[in-house]
């Protein structure tokens, strides 16, 4: 039975509408002008950064305040919020007294749940107009070749296609071997060999995830012939190589990024934040492992030179050791312990000492250690498990053991797409170096590589 307590609701019709209003464009204010048109009183939510990231929505160009902007420039909203969880339109709606949802017809069908709350009404899309096509017609598609058809190349083939603004041409591999085989097919993207400078000739950007000791040298070709260049890690093995690279990038006005890809993750960018914030009080200790059972034959089990533990995982545990403490340690330790048939490190421990802090980077090719980071304070302490350089959870803790704040954030795919978005935001907006990876830190992190192949010699 209906109770007869379910009775009209007296007042103004509220109707409520949400977005991101990106590049906001006639679809929008369309969409809102008949929104407004269906009621008396139009609440207009506007998507946060961190939301839109975490359903997927990388590349928004305009900052919430500019969104918030422009649709309060349109004179539609009576009042605009701001949303920034999964969930939050039900709260809404019940916490405005909300009569009418409304929606474009893109959305058909995905907000019917709303109906139990209130009415749902999605409205004709707009035809012909949305954010990625004027995004696309204000920036042209980048295009990227990948340098070196290895594992990685087709992994980071296939995050691309999650960016929108960019386009894998190609990819280069200096022979015609098995890998470019395996590639080719399975991209279904062409393979170049042979002439680098022709395949450089026809991309925008290139993608340098090739052996650890050829980075430098592809990234400085390619920087020198106006190309931006997205390199894998370690870019160099000298802090002289890779200032030289910066210094190249800035003087013909591209941008070079050191391809650390946990460095661009929003669950990465979360911790160093809320690490930051002085929730754990004064950081005095970070502590970060990266260990790997890898194929004994692969490529980081056998090149004495250029791979094993330190090499291949370093960059990932400097990370957030440089991010959280900063470049000004005071002393440093390196320890290895070699494995006598191959020549590599197996086990390497980095010891930094600061003012008043201090930092472990574990890492293991061939020793297995529990890989987690630990971030220790006055108040409390950060604990990420393994795989916590693929951040998609954190724990902050403290003296009283039943007092745990747990921290989730969006990880998508391989983690790669953040990379490659942050690279084309980069090249279309800003140019310059990001802050999420800076020059600086990334130069600091071939100081100590460099140390690192000086003691290992000895
Ligand atoms: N829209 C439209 N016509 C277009 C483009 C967009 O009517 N050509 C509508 C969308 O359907 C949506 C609104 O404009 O109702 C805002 O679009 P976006 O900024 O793309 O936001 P969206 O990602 O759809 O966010 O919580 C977020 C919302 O659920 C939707």
């Known amino acids: 039975m209906v109770s007869k307590r379910t009775k009209k609701k007296k007042g103004p019709v509220k109707v409520i509408t949400y977005g991101t209003f990106d590049l906001f464009h006639e679809g929008h204010r369309r969409l809102l002008e008949r929104a407004k048109l269906l009621g008396d009183y139009l609440i207009v939510g506007v998507t946060t950064d961190h939301f839109d990231e975490a359903r997927g929505k990388l590349n928004t160009v305009d900052s919430i305040v500019t969104r918030i902007e422009n649709v309060k420039a349109t004179g539609f909203a009576d009042e605009i919020i701001v949303e920034d969880h999964i969930g939050q339109k039900i709260e809404d709606i019940q916490k405005y007294g909300v009569d009418i949802f409304v929606e474009g017809s893109d959305w058909e069908g995905y907000f019917d749940?709303?109906?139990?709350?209130?009415?749902?009404?999605?409205?004709?899309?707009?035809?012909?107009?949305?954010?990625?096509?004027?995004?696309?017609?204000?920036?042209?598609?980048?295009?990227?070749?990948?340098?070196?058809?290895?594992?990685?190349?087709?992994?980071?083939?296939?995050?691309?296609?999650?960016?929108?603004?960019?386009?894998?041409?190609?990819?280069?591999?200096?022979?015609?071997?098995?890998?470019?085989?395996?590639?080719?097919?399975?991209?279904?993207?062409?393979?170049?060999?042979?002439?680098?400078?022709?395949?450089?000739?026809?991309?925008?950007?290139v993608y340098t995830a090739s052996p650890n000791a050829t980075h430098y040298d592809y990234t400085k070709r390619a920087l020198n012939v106006g190309k931006h260049v997205l390199c894998e890690k370690p870019m160099a093995f000298t802090v002289k190589e890779s200032e030289e690279l910066y210094d190249l990038a800035e003087k013909k006005g591209v941008v070079l990024m050191e391809g650390i890809r946990t460095a661009y993750l929003p669950g990465?960018?979360?911790l160093l934040n809320v690490a930051h914030s002085g929730v754990i009080g004064k950081i005095v200790d970070v502590e970060a492992a990266f260990t790997r059972l890898a194929d004994p034959k692969s490529r980081e089990m056998t090149d004495a030179k250029y791979g094993g533990a330190f090499l291949?995982?370093?960059?990932?545990?400097?990370?957030?050791?440089?991010?959280?403490?900063?470049?000004?340690?005071?002393?440093?330790?390196?320890d290895s312990i070699m494995n006598e048939k191959t020549g590599i490190d197996s086990y390497t421990k980095v010891r930094l000492k600061y003012d008043n802090a201090m930092a472990t980077s574990k890492t293991g090719a061939g020793v297995k250690s529990e890989g987690q980071l630990v971030v220790s304070g006055t108040r409390g302490y950060i604990l990420a498990?393994?795989?916590?350089?693929?951040?998609?959870?954190?724990?902050?803790?403290?003296?009283?053991?039943?007092?745990?704040?747990?921290?989730?954030?969006?990880?998508?795919?391989?983690?790669?797409r953040y990379e490659i978005n942050e690279f084309i935001t980069k090249i279309n907006n800003t140019g310059g170096i990001t802050y999420k990876l800076t020059a600086e830190e990334s130069i600091a992190m071939a100081e100590v590589v460099e140390r690192f192949m000086e003691t290992r010699n000895k």
């Open 113 to 205: 749940y709303l109906r139990q709350y209130c009415k749902v009404v999605y409205l004709k899309r707009t035809p012909n107009i949305s954010s990625t096509q004027v995004r696309e017609g204000r920036s042209k598609i980048i295009t990227i070749g990948i340098v070196g058809t290895g594992r990685i190349a087709p992994r980071f083939f296939e995050e691309a296609r999650y960016v929108s603004g960019t386009q894998i041409l190609s990819a280069y591999n200096p022979t015609k071997d098995e890998t470019a085989d395996i590639f080719r097919v399975r991209c279904q993207c062409p393979v170049e060999s042979g002439d680098y400078v022709k395949f450089l000739s026809k991309v925008d950007a």
């Open 312 to 334: 291949e995982f370093g960059s990932y545990t400097l990370l957030p050791i440089f991010k959280l403490l900063g470049l000004d340690f005071n002393d440093i330790r390196i």
């Open 268 to 270: 990465f960018q979360q």
């Open 385 to 416: 498990q393994s795989p916590w350089w693929l951040t998609s959870s954190f724990d902050v803790r403290y003296e009283d053991a039943d007092k745990v704040d747990h921290y989730e954030s969006s990880f998508k795919g391989d983690g790669y």
